[in-house]
């Protein structure tokens, strides 16, 4: 049974930084594309980062450009996301998401992954 779980979300200080880890179960993360989403109090679920299959396509919400990296390690079939200089507006849950068709040319919506885990929260707070 294909599972992805989130980890690494806390209650950071604001300028502080977290690392996500998005594991997979079941299959191999790499033959998948990989995004990352967030949802703020009070509105919808928005397109965080992409990553290919592979690695070679990255794309980043152009907001957070320079503050968030997303990586891949194959050993650990996971896929990061390192959030530095976090803001009180990036509090909310995080979620990983999975598909195997997505080529993340584009930073990808919502609606093209096939495959989610349960979330992990951020809280920017001081």
């Known amino acids: 049974q294909l599972q992805l779980v989130e980890s690494g979300g806390g209650l950071v200080q604001p300028g502080g930084s977290l690392r996500l880890s998005c594991t997979g179960s079941?299959?191999?993360?790499?033959?998948?594309?990989i995004g990352w989403f967030r949802q703020a109090p009070g509105k919808g679920r928005e397109a965080v980062s992409c990553?290919?299959?592979?690695?070679?396509?990255?794309n980043y919400a152009d907001v957070l450009k320079g503050r968030f990296t997303i990586s891949r390690d194959n050993a650990k079939n996971t896929v990061y996301l390192q959030m530095n200089d976090l803001k009180p507006e990036d509090t909310g849950p995080y979620y990983c998401?999975?598909?195997?068709?997505?080529?993340?040319?584009?930073?990808?919506?919502?609606?093209?992954?096939?495959?989610w885990g349960q979330g992990t929260q951020v809280t920017v707070s001081s």
């Open positions: 998401a999975a598909d195997w068709a997505r080529q993340c040319n584009v930073l990808q919506s919502e609606l093209d992954f096939l495959y």
């Open positions: 079941g299959f191999t993360l790499d033959d998948y594309a």
């Open positions: 990553i290919s299959k592979g690695g070679f396509k990255i």
